[in-house]
């Protein structure tokens, strides 16, 4: 049960993406960009892609390119179309005699095996050092994820050992009524901005309306470790430890983030949902301290 729980709550934030992510595809099997950390990459004879990635692993394209191919450690087979560059930083790219290449061919390690046949529009040529490949906005980029992905693991480690017991009650909340918890998220992402807004109407409400705006940043971080430790405290149960449920639903979130526009709807999503678990749980938190309590024994009449 709990391993299909933790599937409910990740198909609900990649489900979002979906409906949105499907235009970018074309009837030609148009594709956005391969983004791969690891594995190999294969674009097959009549699929066109915008662009390919890869960290770790080979690329194999038969296929159309429309943008870059880039290898950070792998090797390049081509014996389709590239309308961008090719770099390889470790390895060695082989284009065989039907390839094509519209820009340079660039390496850092071996050089090119370039067929007599295929064709390079470009420049072939041996370049050191990441700005003479023109890669800096991609690794400011990566830099930016690396560092929400650690400043994300540092709050959510913090509130986890200063209160596991609000950690536990949001826990709890995500195992009932998924579609109220988003219901009541999305309520929250209208009512803060609209609320903002309008107390900027009022010279006295500017202050409320900065500090509101102000607050929706960090807000929207708890609300990002949230999900992560609904999701990941479903793959990790009790007993075991917290930080290392969360740790695993937040690598998955992270994961996410590295596939274009899929990464940002399911952040989204992600902060919505935790926004509906946060005030889920603070409401249940409010329910239960107005309940009264028992009648002291001083205060109960004798029986008669």
Same mark, same amino acid.
């Given at each position: 049960?709990?391993?299909? *729980? ?43 892609? @915008? ?14 390119? @429309? ?11 081509? *014996? ?32 090119? @095996? ?8 470009? @420049? ?26 650690? *400043? ?153």
């Amino acid at each position: 049960m709990r391993r299909l *729980s933790s599937l409910a709550v990740l198909g609900f934030l990649v489900a979002l993406a979906l409906p949105a992510a499907a235009p970018a595809q074309t009837s030609g099997h148009g594709e956005d960009a391969i983004v791969v950390v690891s594995g190999d990459v294969t674009v097959p004879h009549g699929h066109t892609v @915008d662009g390919v990635v890869v960290f770790n692993g080979d690329a194999r394209v038969a296929g159309h390119v @429309d943008g870059d191919v880039v290898l950070f450690s792998g090797d390049a087979l081509v *014996s389709g179309r590239i309308d961008g560059d090719l770099i390889t930083f470790g390895g060695q790219a082989r284009l065989l005699p039907r390839a094509f290449v519209g820009g340079d061919v660039r390496y850092a390690d071996e050089r090119p @095996d370039v067929a007599g046949s295929a064709i390079v529009h470009g @420049d072939v040529s041996r370049q050191n050092g990441f700005d003479s490949f023109g890669l800096l906005p991609f690794f400011g980029a990566f830099a930016l994820w690396l560092a929400v992905g650690i *400043s994300m693991a540092a709050l959510g480690g913090l509130l986890l050992l200063l209160a596991p017991g609000a950690a536990e009650a949001v826990y709890e909340r995500s195992r009932r009524g998924l579609g109220r918890l988003v219901a009541i998220g999305v309520g929250v992402v209208i009512a803060l901005p609209v609320a903002g807004a309008i107390a900027a109407v009022t010279l006295v409400g500017l202050p409320l309306a900065f500090v509101i705006l102000l607050a929706l940043l960090p807000l929207a971080a708890l609300a990002y470790c949230a999900s992560a430790w609904a999701l990941g405290r479903r793959l990790v149960g009790p007993p075991r430890k917290r930080i290392l449920g969360f740790l695993a639903g937040l690598a998955i979130l992270r994961a996410l983030a590295l596939v274009p526009v899929l990464g940002f709807l399911s952040g989204l999503a992600a902060v919505v949902f935790g926004l509906g678990l946060i005030a889920a749980a603070i409401g249940a938190a409010r329910s239960r301290d107005r309940q009264p309590g028992p009648v002291p024994a001083w205060r109960q009449s004798p029986d008669r």
